[in-house]
């Protein structure tokens, strides 16, 4: 169990004074988990996999500075990185987490369909399924292992900014949106104004800023992600997992073979930024300029360029089936919708729903956008590298040359 009182203390008593700070439509403080309401166990499991996460990266810190962590009561799907003088801090919201967990939840429903598709055919499900050792079926734990993906890789987006010093970029941006001087120990990054304007440089027009910062998060909490990946494979491959560890069986047969690997990361980050989105109205792909983050599937198209750019280069000539895993990943979804409405959705209206099929029309629209965001990240490099904490290694420069994989 764990045990946050203590922990958590100046993480209440900062929010208590600052909570209109980190999102103006809180009516009180945000309470902390396990302050006031128990965790349930997925809740529990979510926080230590949070606080392992954190710890592995203080451990590269160059000057270390406590990060905080804790899941806050809100039925907002949100997450932030918060600045206080004395520590670091990073925040996500039970909704968000349980939107992880009910999506990858419907994983078992999935995999079952599969099974019900006539042989012969392709079939995703039985191909990532093959050669899984004892004749297992636990696909509940396959859904584990993708919310685990999802939700580490959301908490790496946040020690990006946090890491990468991108609070001396993030003070003017907020400054000129708030038209105001921001305090330095107050200063909060919200991620659920995803689709607030963007703030505006001397001339009026929209800075490209802010969204060169959440590109910096996105792809570098990718690479923690996929380097976290990689050393839970390595200790499965030393690890003799037991007959009857239903969940090891699945883990360590998915982790250790390279292709079901890359598939759950893929599907896992997809997962971990569509869990975001709480308003599908206000998610366009247009004006892309003029927002405070990209477009969500702008983001995913994005992430999954890069992983098959990753991919590629580790086996050259190889198969990426990337339509499929969007797929995989909207029809999880449509299965939750299923669920809980009693409705079912078409995977036409999904594909319409998550402006998929918007986000591939405009992807060239998209990687023009990013080469923007990728020359205004290179403009900003020398002015937050006097407060990037990480080591060098966690600091990928996407921006600059061709070399940076994307
Ligand atoms: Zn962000």
Known sequence: M??????????????KKYFK?????????????????????????????AQMLISRMFKAMLHPKEIKFSLVVNEISNAWAIWPADF???????????????????VETLMRQGERLPTGEPNLMRDLWSGMPYENRDYESFGGLLAHIAYAF???????????????????ILSSNANS??????????????????????????????????????????????????????????????????????????????????FAITAGVAVGLFCLINNFESEKIDALDARSHPPISARVMVMLHAIKIRYLNENPGAPFNLPDTLLFVVTLFGNLHMAKTRKAISIDELIEKFLIKEAVEKFEEIGMHYEKLSTEMKLLDNKRRHLVRFEE??????????????
Not at 228 to 251: A, N, P, T
């Open 2 to 15: 764990i045990n946050s009182t203590k922990n958590k203390k100046e993480l209440h008593a900062w929010l």
């Open 21 to 49: 700070k980190i999102n103006e439509k809180l009516v009180e403080p945000p309470r902390l988990l396990g302050e006031t309401s128990k965790y349930n166990a997925q809740q529990e499991e979510f926080e230590q996999l």
């Open 181 to 262: 001087i921001i305090e330095e120990e107050v200063l909060a990054l919200d991620e659920s104004r995803m689709c607030a304007p963007a703030a505006q440089n001397a001339d009026g027009s929209p800075s490209l800023s802010g969204q060169a910062l959440e590109a910096d998060a996105d792809l570098n909490a990718l690479a923690y992600t996929i380097e976290f990946m990689q050393l839970q494979q390595r200790k499965f491959l030393e690890k003799e997992v037991c007959f009857d560890d239903s969940q090891g069986i699945v883990w360590k047969d998915i982790l250790t073979n390279k292709n079901k690997r890359w």
């Open 154 to 172: 959301v908490v790496h987006h946040e020690l990006a900014h946090i890491g990468l010093g991108h609070e001396a970029i993030l003070g003017g």
């Open 393 to 406: 290694y966690l600091c990928w420069q996407w921006y600059n040359g061709k070399a940076a994989g994307i």
């Open 88 to 106: 670091y801090a990073v925040l996500v919201t039970t909704a968000l987490a349980k939107n992880i967990q009910e999506t990858c939840g419907q």
